[in-house]
C-alpha cells in the first residue's frame, strides 16, 4: 500500500505540472484553461486524499501495536 501511495502522488504530480503549461494565463476562463483548471484541482484532490489513506494506515498500524 505505501509503494501505491507514493506512485499514485507521483503520478499526480505530472498530471498537476502538465495541467499548469495547459493553462492560458492570458485568458484563463478559455474552454481548454478551464479543463487544465479543473485537473490541477483534480490533481492536488487527489494527492490530499492519498496523504490521508497514508496518515490513516499509519494510525491503524499504530493503534494495533
Not at 31 to 57: D, H, M, P, Q, Y
Request: hydrophobic content about 60%.
Amino acid at each position: 500500500m505505501k509503494i501505491f501511495t507514493y506512485v499514485a502522488v507521483a503520478i499526480a504530480l505530472v498530471l498537476i505540472v502538465f495541467n499548469l503549461f495547459q493553462i492560458d494565463y492570458s485568458n484563463p476562463f478559455d474552454e481548454n484553461s478551464t479543463i487544465a483548471i479543473i485537473g490541477v484541482v483534480a490533481g492536488i484532490c487527489a494527492i490530499l486524499l492519498l496523504v490521508l489513506l497514508r496518515f490513516s494506515k499509519m494510525i491503524e498500524e499504530k493503534t494495533k501495536q
